[in-house]
């Protein structure tokens, strides 16, 4: 409500101030874009973390740097370009900038919920979700999860309580540290290998490689611009060997690393969009890319590609045993059914309606991880909130809507490729 409030009178300031007007007189889109990217990096001076990539001219960079507005100001500044792009008439717009528009609008309303919350107003998580990321998450009740947890319950060897007897189950498919250089490059490479079969990627794309501790993530990619990534692996728990290929196709191939070199060839390049030279972290940006980076895995490796590539490469490498792996992927891929139950308890837990204790053990219950772990993604919503739903929501949306192009791999890389190449927003996947 108060942003529509703002925004209604920035749209009236706009039309009455010359002076405010003039820059959107010749090509609207181009000026409300560099304004919007001034905005970001400007935020990203008031919030670490808040540009999570920026390859765009250097020179905004540096003037943000040294004179980013105060938060009430970005706000404003959010409400009047968010009202820019409302009185834009839809009429006069080619397929092409339509699309461009709706993208930009929702990565505003993201930078209005952000520097909202910035400025210390509270949103419910759905609520919050809805502003930053263009999706209301539904939130399933706990007991929805005990199902899958029967199901696994019959999976896991032994008897006892089965929190930690799958995690005493997974132990033994942990990478041992020395191994875990080849392993995730063997992984890498054959994610690249599966997704340079289906889609031209960018003639000097690279990526690097590294291994740290002390993170609240499992992986990251870092985006440098012209086609190279950092790609970081966290060893701060161990890696089960399930997690090489998530983590290569995810980070990788087709995820992140493709995903912006191809927006920066396509977008920032080819058109000159530069809205896409930065990426706001908390935006429906992030739920195309943790949602295709996610499914990306499934893509790459189709029904038991992933197992029986694991078992003939990955394993020997790793030293573990090909011939337990059949067992070790069923119970893997089940528990990645429980993934949105991260959801329920990061909403819970960030209202204050469950307390630490009890957001770990349940965690640890419907994550079927060690209290490590559970105290690992904890620490992870306190630090991202709602993002959390971008991976498993995310996942679904982009699943559905890739799979409507039909059973044909051809023809799900082909709508694959749409998605992480053009303005992808939310309601695009509902399609
Ligand atoms: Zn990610």
Not at 6 to 35: H, N, R
Not at 215 to 225: F, L, S
Request: hydrophobic fraction near 40%; proline fraction near 7%.
């Amino acid at each position: 409500m108060t942003s529509c409030l703002a925004g209604l009178a920035a749209a009236v300031a706009l039309l009455a101030t010359p002076a405010m007007a003039a820059p959107f007189e010749d090509s609207g889109l181009d000026a409300i874009a560099k304004d919007f990217v001034r905005l970001t990096l400007e935020a990203g001076e008031r919030e670490p973390g808040y540009v999570d990539a920026y390859y765009g001219p250097q020179d905004l960079a540096d003037a943000a740097k040294a004179a980013p507005r105060e938060i009430p100001a970005l706000r404003q500044e959010a409400d009047r370009l968010a009202a820019a792009l409302a009185a834009m008439d839809a009429k006069t717009l080619t397929p092409d900038e339509a699309r461009r528009r709706a993208f930009l609008q929702g990565q505003v309303k993201a930078a209005q919920t952000r520097l909202a919350m910035m400025a210390g107003e509270k949103f419910d998580f759905q609520t919050e979700a809805q502003g930053l990321f263009g999706v209301r998450p539904p939130l399933k009740p706990l007991s929805a999860y005990d199902p899958i947890l029967a199901k696994i319950d019959k999976l896991a060897p032994g008897k006892g309580e089965l929190g930690p007897r799958v995690d005493a189950f997974n132990a033994r498919y942990v990478i041992p540290a020395d191994r875990l250089k080849p392993v995730m490059e063997a992984a890498i490479a054959e994610c690249k290998a599966r997704t340079q079969a289906h889609i031209a990627l960018p003639k000097n794309e690279r990526f690097d490689l590294s291994f740290v501790t002390k993170k609240p993530w499992g992986g990251y990619n870092w985006y440098k611009g012209d086609a190279h990534s950092l790609i970081e692996v966290n060893t701060d728990l161990p890696i089960p060997i399930s997690r090489a290929v998530n983590l290569g196709c995810h980070e990788g191939y087709p995820g992140h690393h493709v995903l912006n070199a191809l927006l920066e060839e396509h977008l920032t390049k080819g058109k000159g969009w530069i809205e896409f030279s930065v990426y706001p972290l908390y935006s429906p940006q992030s739920l195309i890319a943790e949602g295709s980076a996610n499914y990306g895995v499934t893509l790459a490796f189709p029904g038991p590609e992933k197992l029986a590539f694991e078992r003939r490469v990955l394993y020997p490498l790793a030293g573990l045993d090909p011939a337990t792996a059949a067992a070790y992927d069923a119970v893997a891929t089940a528990t990645a059914d429980l993934a949105s139950a991260q959801n329920t308890i990061a909403a819970a837990y960030l209202s204050g309606k469950m307390d630490k204790e009890t957001a770990i053990a349940n965690l640890s219950k419907y994550g079927l991880s060690s209290r490590a772990k559970a105290e690992k993604s904890l620490s992870f919503i306190e630090g991202y909130r709602s993002y959390v739903i971008n991976y498993n929501l995310g996942q679904d949306m982009v699943r559905a809507h890739v799979e409507r192009a039909g059973p044909s791999q051809d023809a799900r890389w082909k709508r694959m490729e749409a998605v992480i190449s053009q303005p992808t927003t939310p309601a695009d996947l509902a399609k």
